[in-house]
DNA sequence: GCAAAAGTGTTGTCGGTACACCCATGC
DNA sequence: GCATGGGTGTACCGACAACACTTTTGC
């Protein structure tokens, strides 16, 4: 029986929460959008297949990956059966992509307008968003989307994309400190309108 | 490549959370003891593996199952190559067990004395007994473990052997009712010494 | 009457929300 | 000066912990 894992990627750009998504080359769903992933390796783990995915699939390293559930309905691959380990993956903004000539195309889509999805990779990226959402609650998860130091008000506006809420910056900030999630730097944010906003990173 | 299920299936008796555990007969474990589980069929999810082997090994039916995470070290298993996707399962603890001759021995442990088990599954039961604890927090998983109807009294005894410390049964009662989770039947726990209890149910 | 469990009332604290207000900068 | 985002102060509300107290039964 093969063994797969599946990449829900996330980042966050211009205010939106985005998710990356191949283009699939091989039958039965030539032409559609899918979640990037492949087989695991005998000697490899589903976290460590997955680590590899990333790096060959997107040139991607280092980045925060967690995994989230096992898809295993008799009928999801058309092809074989095959289960699949969905994972969740967070990286910056800024991360350069590497195309592969595996797909037949590779790119970011705000996760309020997703394409179809092939598989059972809608369900999937529900998981995962939901997932994301409710880890961003009570953890610092945050800081795999965010560079070192960065102010609260580019710390809220991550949160406010994923979330897909507004939040009252007053309160956001005093909580943030509060509870300890960041600490202040010392150094401000210049160079831009308005009044420089201090620079914090996570504790 | 293998692809197994292993259950964590618990109970609560006289005040105490138990895994159900089971010996092993064959090698390299021999005599170990273990979490049930078993291969997945060609035809069947995960989840319908487990209830399989709910019912093949110990005769159970009708049990809340839920899955946790899947292990995949390459030498989990020193006979050959196989993930495993663990699962947690919770049963009402007079559920008469069946034996099988599948395993030589079968038996309910407190988790606070759990023997040496083989494979990973000291991991497996440590995260199952996170989970639970933790979802016990925030939801009505304790209705798998109760009868029908219970008193409050009872319940609390179900929270405080599974979270492994005292409540106070004022605010315990209280709480239970304020946020809906369990409803009056209107009827009382007679037959038993010093003031009758009221029948609740889960709402 | 007494022991034991069931159940109610009250009070204080803490986290969160709402919102008025001040601050510092670019233009 | 004024627009704009950064940041502080404060008041209220609801959840929850702590704990005094009453109720109802078996013995």
Redesign the pocket.
């Known amino acids: 029986m093969g063994v797969a894992v599946d990449l829900a990627i996330f980042t966050v750009q211009e205010a939106r929460l985005e998710l990356l998504l191949i283009r699939m080359k091989r039958e039965p769903y030539t032409g559609q959008w899918a979640l990037p992933g492949g087989r695991i390796r005998g000697d490899e783990t589903v976290e460590q297949a997955a680590t590899r995915e990333l790096y060959e699939k997107a040139g991607l390293q280092q980045v925060y990956l967690e995994q989230l559930y096992t898809f295993s309905e008799p009928s999801r691959d058309p092809r074989a059966r095959c289960i699949s380990v969905a994972h969740m993956a967070l990286i910056r903004g800024d991360a350069p992509l590497r195309t592969t000539d595996k797909y037949s195309g590779i790119g970011w889509f705000p996760v309020t307008r997703l394409p179809p999805l092939a598989f059972d990779h809608k369900a999937m990226a529900d998981y995962a968003i939901k997932r994301l959402r409710a880890k961003l609650e009570w953890s610092d998860v945050a800081r795999n989307l965010l560079d070192k130091t960065f102010?609260?008000?580019?710390l809220q506006r991550l949160y406010e994309a994923i979330l897909g809420k507004r939040l009252?910056?007053?309160?956001f900030?005093?909580?943030a400190v509060?509870?300890g999630m960041v600490k202040d730097t010392g150094k401000m944010r210049t160079g831009?309108?308005?009044?420089?906003?201090?620079l914090y990173r996570f504790a």
Chains 1, 2 share one sequence.
């Open positions: 102010t609260l008000g580019e009252d910056a007053r309160n900030q005093r909580r509060a509870i831009q309108a308005y009044r420089p906003a201090r």
